[in-house]
Nanobody, 123 residues
């Protein structure tokens, strides 16, 4: 599975962005998908995850009620809608695929990673 994330950019605090992650290969619909982020000087952290069917979704507490993860299996794409952005959301955002059965929030569980897209939120 190859993943390509895009949609990042510079936005003012309170603004919105939608990230997309396109996957190659015919196994996308059977993969759980996750978004993670890494701010400068910090470890990569979990943001959101969605099961292969879309029936189960997890969010980090820091983004709950502001971010929405979704997927379109027909387009091999997973999305992250980010609203009410704050400077604390500034990071490189990565999408990842997990081919295991159980949806996970743990970074090490994910098998494939995209290259990341920069999100910068100005105050």
């Amino acid at each position: 599975v190859q993943l390509q994330a895009f949609g990042g950019g510079l936005v003012q605090a309170g603004g919105s962005l939608r990230l997309s992650c396109e996957a190659s290969g015919r196994t996308f619909s059977s993969n759980n998908m996750g978004w993670f982020r890494q701010a400068p000087g910090k470890e990569r952290e979990f943001v959101a995850a969605i099961s292969w069917s879309g029936g189960r979704i997890y969010y980090a507490d820091s983004v709950k009620d502001r971010f929405t993860i979704s997927r379109d299996n027909a387009k091999n794409t997973v999305y992250l809608q980010m609203n009410s952005l704050s400077p604390e959301d500034t990071a490189v955002y990565y999408c990842a695929a997990d081919q295991k059965f159980t949806l996970s929030t743990i970074l090490a569980r994910y098998d494939y990673w995209g290259q990341g897209t920069q999100v910068t939120v100005s105050s």
